[in-house]
């Protein structure tokens, strides 16, 4: 049974940081993403990796939010600085298998974990 666990949503203040963790299991994707979902928005792509290390980001958090992954831990994390209040919302994480098959994602597995930026 595939496994996705969210944590590391808190409420701060603009500007501030903070960094989301995922957790997977089994071990077996090949690349993983962040998504987030605002309270009556549509789900949106914020970042993305694969295991050769190469990342994506959504232009808007693009020199703010950093992706990474440790092997060891099953964990994927999402280094947020500078944080704006339109940062604000659920996020969720999803991953990928060898095959393609995306498992996760907004709404799609967990309850994700909530960011809130207020001013």
């Known amino acids: 049974e595939v496994q996705l666990v969210e944590s590391g949503g808190d409420s701060v203040q603009a500007g501030g940081s903070l960094r989301l963790s995922c957790t997977v299991s089994p071990a077996i994707f090949t690349q993983m993403a962040w998504y987030r979902q605002a309270s009556a928005k549509e789900c949106e792509w914020v970042s993305g990796?694969?295991?050769?290390?190469?990342?994506d980001y959504a232009a808007s958090v693009k020199g703010r939010f950093t992706i990474s992954q440790e092997f060891a831990k099953n964990t994927m994390y999402l280094e947020m600085n500078s944080l704006r209040i339109d940062d604000t919302g659920v996020y969720f994480c999803?991953?990928?298998?060898?095959?393609?098959?995306?498992?996760?994602?907004?709404?799609?597995w967990g309850q994700g974990t909530q960011v809130t930026v207020s001013a």
């Open positions: 999803a991953a990928a298998d060898a095959s393609g098959i995306w498992y996760g994602g907004c709404g799609a």
């Open positions: 990796i694969r295991n050769d290390g190469s990342e």
